[in-house]
């Protein structure tokens, strides 16, 4: 018989023998692994017990122990109870530990590291930083994830020969940083070229209950929206959801002295620039007068007709040009009055310092017109007021669809350089709007309103315009509706009912000649 034969005969009869040996001892394998579990458990019970407790815990289990001796056959008993104990606590072996859960951070982590590779890897590179198949704890210094598993801030390095001063470089890391770290939310990138080193931070939303109401300000001063608490250099009381709170606002200086006198709104279509031109006359009316141009023709600003203070609404083209001609003469008229009292040392008269507003919304409609019927452009007629407003207290507020942005005259892009950009867009798109690098990526969808600001050559800033609907429109949510009411400078009956008499009409009655002016009634 061959050898291997007889090996293979011989691991089978010890195999059998071992199964068989097995089953034998499996009873005295189970009441030790038992008695084992009832030892454990002695000792953690007695290493448990005070000091001064184990005296009578042994006194106490000595005198047990002698009355189970004295009673007849009470050792068999005691011995026969520990053996069916000792099998029952080891009728199953120790289940095997559950295997640990897998590392949010190293899962969300790694994709990450693994995404950004291609974009960051050198192919001359003898020791890069990003490699494939390589550790993301050799680039990711230090992260953090908030309560719901989300990534909160990152910290990572990048190689030298990496283009972080092209935005076209930029935007591609950031675009990738945000599709693995999540969509819904803005993220600020904080590019130190110096070091080499890409800091992010995910931003917390911007509050969207805050509705058109009367702000803590100066005149002169406009609250654009409110933004974080880094980007304004304080905060005003407001009421947001029917409660006091303090909040930091983008405050628009006008008037002579403002370094920024007029203000360009673009935005994409339905994110809330005519609403911002609403929340700007509202605030505006109680010490200036208004010129309100509505171009898309839609009745946004209807609610400002004949109220005090608004010289006129205009919707068509004839009527917009004859209030900017009239602009255009007053700011003249303004020029002269002023030059005039502060050559003779005299006050200027009131009607030349009473700030004057001029609100366009979509003007490049009207353009449009203007270019198909041959007449004047509108927007030309605001270089007058756009190049010598601020000395003439004559503030343009000019707010456009952002895909229109390429039919703005040269004057209005050149002289508004307070600006504010309204819904989700892309770097270069903001980059148009701003006139600067944006370092926030906007979230895929944001809320009607949310936007970034950007005043002069200050650094552009998150935004959320407050709440400010259009009173006739019916669709819009009561509460909103009366908020913007209560901010018009008188009652209208085209938005409010009319105000009920303090006492009911006295109806006069007539009596006939015969007719007494008692009346009895029988009694029931």
Not at 32 to 51: F, I, N
Request: aromatic residues 6%; charged residues 20%; negative net charge.
């Amino acid at each position: 018989m061959p050898l291997h034969r007889h090996l293979v005969k011989g691991r089978e009869i010890a195999r059998t023998a071992g199964d068989h040996a097995s089953d034998m001892f499996a009873p005295l394998t189970v009441i030790s692994r038992g008695l084992r579990h009832h030892s454990a458990w002695a000792k953690d019970r007695w290493q448990a017990t005070p000091k001064e407790r184990r005296g009578p815990t042994l006194f106490l289990a000595a005198a047990m122990a002698v009355g189970v001796y004295l009673l007849p056959h009470g050792l068999l008993f005691a011995l026969i109870a520990l053996m069916a104990s000792a099998a029952w606590a080891g009728r199953a072996p120790k289940a095997a530990p559950a295997p640990p859960a897998p590392d949010v951070a190293d899962i969300k982590l790694n994709a990450l590291y693994a995404a950004l590779t291609p974009y960051l890897c050198g192919p001359e590179d003898a020791n890069p930083m990003y490699r494939f198949e390589g550790d993301y704890k050799a680039a990711f210094g230090s992260w953090e994830f908030d309560g719901e598993g989300r990534l909160a801030r990152l910290e990572l390095g990048y190689p030298a020969y990496f283009t972080d001063t092209e935005p076209a470089a930029r935007a591609r890391i950031e675009q990738v940083v945000q599709g693995k770290a999540g969509r819904a939310r803005e993220y600020r990138f904080d590019w130190d070229e110096e070091s080499n080193r890409l800091r992010i931070a995910a931003l917390t939303p911007l509050p969207t209950d805050i509705t058109a109401q009367r702000f803590v300000a100066a005149p002169g001063e406009i609250v654009l929206g409110f933004t974080d608490e880094d980007g304004s250099a304080r905060t005003i009381p407001v009421n947001q959801g029917g409660a006091p709170v303090q909040q930091p606002p983008v405050v628009w200086r006008t008037g002579p002295r403002s370094s920024e006198p007029h203000l360009l709104a673009l935005g994409a279509t339905g994110y809330g620039t005519s609403s911002l031109v609403r929340s700007v006359a509202l605030q505006a009316l109680p010490y200036a007068d208004l010129v309100v141009v509505d171009g898309a023709g839609t009745g946004e600003h209807a609610c400002l007709v004949n109220r005090p203070g608004v010289h006129t609404v205009e919707t068509s083209l004839h009527g917009a040009l004859a209030a900017l001609e009239w602009a255009a003469g007053e700011t003249d008229r303004r020029l002269a009055a002023l030059n005039a009292a502060r050559h003779a040392g005299t006050a200027p008269p009131e009607d030349v310092t009473r700030p004057l507003w001029l609100l366009l919304d979509h003007p490049t409609e009207l353009s449009e017109l203007a270019r198909a019927e041959g007449r004047p452009d509108p927007q030309d007629l605001l270089e007058l007021p756009l190049r010598h407003g601020r000395a003439a207290r004559v503030t343009v507020v000019v707010a456009e669809d952002l895909a229109a942005h390429d039919r703005l005259t040269p004057t209005v892009l050149a002289t508004t350089r307070a600006r504010v950009l309204l819904g989700p867009t892309g770097p270069e798109e903001a980059y148009t709007a701003l006139g600067a690098p944006l370092d926030i990526v906007p979230a895929a969808h944001a809320p009607v309103g949310r936007g970034y600001a950007r005043i002069g050559n200050a650094a552009p800033v998150r935004l959320q315009v407050p709440a400010t609907v259009d009173p006739l429109d019916e669709d819009a949510p009561a509460p909103l509706r009366d908020a913007v009411i209560a901010l018009l400078p008188h009652r209208d009956t085209r938005t409010e009912a009319p105000p009920r008499p303090e006492h009911p009409p006295v109806v006069p009655v007539v009596l006939a000649k015969d007719e007494p002016l008692i009346r009895s009634r029988p009694i029931s």
